[in-house]
């Protein structure tokens, strides 16, 4: 009878963190697996964003530009800047999709009265017809992927991920700054 080969333990792999908040015991394990869980949970998340969408003939960047217009317009006027600041995205990106949604008939745009430069976008009938077509399943769906919250959960995560939001902002740009100094040096 053979032996069994020997497991060689790979090395500690270097940390990637180094705040005393973020490690445990002086391992990063924590951290890494809650930034895969994160991984996780946001595929499952867009998986299901896309399936939202497809139920009434979009995709996925289409669905959710097209329901933050028709939920920011009840707090007033809406424009390209106001959709891109509420999703985190560039103007420009923002324009390409509400074009493809306004040659669709499902979003309107019209001059702003009291800013001609200005856009104000709102959700056609049509528009809001097929919102109001998803809202039953997308309730459900939505119910069950967040049934593990509490209200104060609900209000703690929520307080959390505007303040990871944040962070990531500032994360990005040190991350772009440190990678052009890198360049200069090469």
Do not use: W
Request: proline share 2%.
């Amino acid at each position: 009878m053979k032996a069994a080969p020997k497991t060689i333990r790979a090395e500690q792999a270097a940390l990637t963190v180094s705040r005393p908040a973020l490690l445990n015991g002086g391992s990063d394990r924590d951290f890494r697996l809650l930034v895969h869980n994160l991984f996780g949970f946001l595929a499952r998340h867009e998986a299901i964003r896309e399936g939202h969408a497809a139920y009434i003939g979009l995709v996925g960047i289409e669905y959710t530009i097209l329901i933050s217009i028709a939920h920011l317009s009840a707090e007033g006027d809406v424009s390209i800047r106001t959709v891109a600041d509420h999703l985190h995205l560039s103007g420009a990106f923002v324009t390409t999709v509400t074009k493809r949604l306004l040659a669709k008939g499902l979003v309107d745009k019209a001059m702003d009265p009291s800013d001609r430069r200005r856009l104000c976008l709102t959700v056609t009938a049509e528009g809001r017809a097929l919102l109001e077509q998803l809202a039953p399943t997308q309730r459900q769906v939505n119910d069950v992927e967040f049934e593990s919250l509490t209200a104060e959960d609900f209000q703690r995560l929520s307080a959390m991920v505007a303040r990871l939001l944040d962070g990531s902002e500032r994360a990005l740009a040190l991350q772009r700054a440190l990678a052009a100094a890198s360049a200069q040096r090469r």
